[in-house]
C-alpha cells in the first residue's frame, strides 16, 4: 500500500517541480492532501489523468514465481505435451486487492513442520519458522546516480526495468524467494517461511 500512496505522491511532488516550485513549496502544497487532492491536483493544473499514467508507474512491480504451461515434449504423433511449470514473472498488477493472491495462493502456502524441526529454534538468535524473513534493499545516492544517466524524475522506464531486471536475477541466484515488490529507488524480497538463508540467524 505505500508503494501505491508513495508513487502518487511522487508523481504530484516532482509534477510541481518541474512547473516552477521549490522542493520546500511542493511538500508545503502536498502537506495533508488525500488521493482525491492529488487526482484534481494533476487534472486541474498538468491536464493529467493519474489512472492513464503507466501501471509501472502507479503500481510499482512485483516478481514471482507464476504457473505457466510449457511445451516439455511431443508425442508419436507429432502433439504438444505440455506440463505446468514455475517462471520467474513481473508484473505490475495490483497486489493490494484480494484478486491478485486469489489466483495465487500457492506463492505463500503454509508449510507443515514437525516439533523436531521446531526445536532447533530454541536458539534465541534464530528466527522461528513462523516468522516470514523479509528484506528491503534501498538505492544509496539515488539522486545522484538519476542525475549522471538523465533518468527522469519522479519514475524513469528504464531505470524501473533495470531494477526488474535485477530483481528477476535475484529470484534466480535465491531460489528461497517467493515474492518481490519494487517501487522508486528500493526493493523488497520475501523468502519462503521455512527458509534457511543463513542458518535463520538475526544478528
Not at 52 to 77: I, L, N, Q, W
Not at 89 to 110: A, C, M, R
Not at 123 to 137: F, G, K, Q, Y
Amino acid at each position: 500500500l505505500s508503494g501505491h500512496i508513495n508513487n502518487h505522491y511522487n508523481t504530484c511532488f516532482w509534477m510541481l517541480v518541474k512547473s516552477g516550485k521549490t522542493e520546500k513549496e511542493a511538500q508545503q502544497t502536498l502537506k495533508g492532501t488525500f488521493s482525491e487532492d492529488k487526482n484534481e491536483l494533476l487534472s486541474q493544473q498538468f491536464q493529467v489523468n493519474y489512472e492513464d499514467e503507466p501501471a509501472m508507474f502507479r503500481k510499482g512491480s512485483s516478481v514471482y514465481r507464476d504457473k505457466v504451461e510449457t511445451k516439455v515434449k511431443t508425442d508419436d504423433y507429432g502433439n504438444p505435451i505440455k506440463r505446468i511449470r514455475l517462471a520467474i514473472t513481473v508484473s505490475n498488477l495490483d497486489i493490494i486487492g484480494p484478486e491478485f493472491w486469489g489466483k495465487h495462493q500457492y506463492i505463500l502456502q503454509e508449510g507443515k513442520y514437525r516439533y523436531e524441526y521446531v526445536k532447533k529454534f530454541d536458539d534465541i538468535r534464530r528466527l522461528p519458522c513462523c516468522n516470514w524473513i523479509v528484506v528491503r534493499i534501498s538505492a544509496c545516492q539515488f539522486d545522484k546516480f538519476s542525475l549522471i544517466h538523465s533518468f527522469d524524475k519522479p519514475n524513469d522506464e528504464t531505470a524501473l526495468s533495470l531494477m526488474n531486471a535485477s530483481a528477476s536475477l535475484m529470484m534466480e541466484q535465491f531460489p528461497d524467494i517467493i515474492f518481490g515488490y519494487g517501487f522508486s529507488n528500493e526493493y523488497s524480497f520475501v523468502f519462503q517461511e521455512n527458509t534457511e538463508l543463513y542458518q535463520r540467524n538475526e544478528r
